[in-house]
């Protein structure tokens, strides 16, 4: 094959991706198996509040914890925003988060922003909830292993580092309070 014809039939294929793309229709709500595999969290979606205890350098921390969850895009992703309130009542954890399915890869992608930081993470749906897990320095890592079951939300963070036994950071008790249309409700209204 000449070096030109190579090069064409190449750039045919690099091009078949975004033409096959192109065809498919947009849509507002995501596809079928971005939904289908968002469905599968869907035990996570409401209001939770509950006790968040923190062992770091400083000593052990208790907050009141609260997380609420739910659909957006038409249910082909999972917002989730967390809060943990000092007994004064002033926040001292802030963390939103996406969780989505990318179906080109198989797996889910969870985006993470807390206390200025933010992140791609690996995560992973179990048969009683789920896990993740974030860097934490040269071959070190957090992992965090959540069950979500009949109301109630146990997460609990570990520190894996190369070399050191593991050790407990966080752990996390919720308990389901009730629904909420949040982020999707309240949107505004196109008519002025």
Known sequence: ??????????????AAPVAVHAQMPASP???DAQRAAMD??????????????IHGPGGTMTLTQTERVGPMLGGSIKVIEGRG????????????????WDARAGRYGFRSYAQGYSGDYQFEVTDDGFRWETPAGPNAKIQYVAVVRDGTWHEVGTFVAEGQPP????EMRLTR??????????AIDPAP
Do not use: H, Y
């Open 29 to 31: 709500n995501g596809s």
């Open 40 to 53: 599968r969290l869907d035990f996570m979606d409401g209001e939770w509040r509950g006790e968040a205890t």
């Open 177 to 186: 309070i009730g629904d909420t249309d949040w982020p999707a409700g309240g």
């Open 1 to 14: 094959m000449k070096p030109f014809t190579c090069l064409a039939f190449a750039a045919v294929l690099l």
């Open 167 to 170: 050790r407990q950071m966080i």
């Open 85 to 100: 309130f000092a007994a004064d009542g002033s926040t001292q954890f802030n963390a939103m988060a996406t969780v989505s």
